[in-house]
């Protein structure tokens, strides 16, 4: 099956910096979806980005299929935006194949 | 999109006790999952269940532990049978909708 891995696994950032998540995932895929787990554990869908590039406010991601990876940007950040932050991938009919997360922690 | 409701969204229970997790998509959806999340750890998907067919498990999982019931195109439970402590855990219904996956709110159990 497809293997899905993030980097870095830990962030660490103070209130008002960019940062910049990978995935890379080791065959082509039909689906790749950013999500952000809250600390109730609920997974928020952030992008569905099988290719392209997408924009969401201060958020944006880029994948490039063809060199098997996705970046998640994430720009003037938060201390709202501090959570688990998961890519997944999808080759067929079984199911999301997650990564295993990158903390990211944002200090006032 | 979808919107899936689950419950319990939390609950705490007896060794050697049984929980029955229930999912319900506002649509139709050909197939639904089931996820584990174990503390501190990532998502693993634990079975995909077909309306009118038996569900399939993935490696490490069995129905004996984990049966899963698909009644119809909009509804799904998976029961934790026999419960120990090393089946606390968050566990999340999903489905995918136009190649998009989206997943209910979870149900966080602690076995005690």
């Known amino acids: 099956g497809i293997q899905v891995e993030q980097s870095p696994p830990d962030l660490i950032l103070q209130e008002g910096a960019n940062s910049t998540l990978r995935c890379n995932f080791s065959?082509?895929?039909?689906?790749l979806q950013w999500f952000h787990q809250n600390p109730w554990g609920q997974l928020i869908n952030l992008f569905y980005?099988?290719?392209g590039t997408k924009q969401n406010g201060r958020l944006s991601a880029t994948t490039v299929a063809t060199e098997r990876y996705s970046l998640l940007y994430i720009s003037s950040s938060q201390t709202t935006d501090s959570g688990v932050y998961f890519c997944a991938a999808w080759g067929g009919a079984d199911g999301l194949t997650f990564g295993k997360g990158t903390h990211l922690i944002i200090q006032p | 999109s979808a919107v899936i409701s689950q419950k319990p969204s939390r609950d705490i229970c007896q060794r050697g006790t049984s929980l029955t997790i229930q999912c319900q998509v506002d649509?139709?959806?050909?197939?639904m999952f089931w996820y584990r999340q174990q503390p501190g750890q990532s998502l693993t998907l634990i079975a995909t269940a077909n309306q009118g067919s038996e569900a399939t498990y993935e490696s490490g999982f069995v129905i004996d532990k984990f049966p899963i019931s698909r009644p119809n195109l909009t509804f799904s439970t998976l029961t934790v049978s026999n419960m120990s402590p090393e089946d606390s855990s968050i566990y999340l219904c999903s489905v995918l909708t136009g190649g998009e996956a989206f997943f209910g709110q979870g149900t966080r159990l602690t076995v005690v």
């Open positions: 980005i099988p290719s």
């Open positions: 065959d082509s895929v039909n689906n």
């Open positions: 649509s139709q959806v050909t197939m």
